[in-house]
T-cell receptor
């Protein structure tokens, strides 16, 4: 199956700092998604990317679809305590499923 | 309902017993997915339903796992003769159409096999 490597695995940052995480794939994708999961909840879609090079923002979040189609990054600016959670990337090429990364756990220290 | 509903939210079962997990997708969503999330791992695809088409069962880890979707709405994931390695969070998601529009996930069922 597709291999998605997500880094870093965990981050501990001070409130107000910017955050950057990325996801790389062994194969090309046509769609990249970024999700956030809080304890006891299912993942919630943050940003969807459909075209190589696409840069999309959602509030303080910005994500880009890498030009090689094998990577994507997510940035969070001016972090706040409610940004805490696990962030997952997911990619799709063909077929019925998205392939998920192993997640980046974010802790924001007030 | 407004979101994807899963029940039960937690299930503890003895090894060897069968369990049924239920998913109520968002009304009108034709695509329904089951994923499994083990501790510290990403989400593992299990099965996909799209309308009246035959389901994609390619992710089911063994023949102890099965799922059905009745009337194009509610889905049940059944695990027979549960094993300890089946312990995980089972997530259901639905989307309006097949493919690349992202899913809406339920809160999951945490299954613990003792």
């Amino acid at each position: 199956g597709q291999q998605l490597n997500q880094s870093p695995q965990s981050m501990f940052i001070q409130e107000g700092e910017d955050v950057s995480m990325n996801c790389t794939s062994s194969s090309i994708f046509n769609t990249w998604l970024w999700y956030k999961q809080e304890p006891g909840e299912g993942p919630v879609l943050l940003i969807a990317l459909y075209k190589a090079g696409e840069l999309t923002s959602n509030g303080r979040l910005t994500a880009q679809f890498g030009i090689t189609r094998k990577d994507s990054f997510l940035n969070i600016s001016a972090s706040i305590p409610s940004d805490v959670g696990i962030y997952f990337c997911a990619g799709h090429f063909t077929g019925n499923q998205f392939y998920f990364g192993t997640g980046t756990s974010l802790t924001v220290i007030p | 309902g407004a979101g994807v509903s899963q029940s039960p939210s937690n299930k503890v079962t003895e090894k060897g017993k069968d369990v049924e997990l239920r998913c109520d997708p968002i009304s009108g969503h034709t695509a329904l997915y089951w994923y499994r999330q083990s501790l510290g791992q990403g989400l593992e695809f299990l099965i996909y339903f799209q309308g009246n088409s035959a389901p994609d069962k390619s992710g089911l880890p063994s023949d102890r796992f099965s799922a059905e979707r009745t009337g194009g709405s509610v889905s049940t994931l059944t695990i027979q003769r549960t094993q300890q390695e089946d312990s995980a969070v089972y997530l259901c998601a639905s989307s309006l159409t097949k493919g690349n529009y992202g899913y809406t996930f339920g809160s999951g069922t945490r299954l613990t096999v003792v």
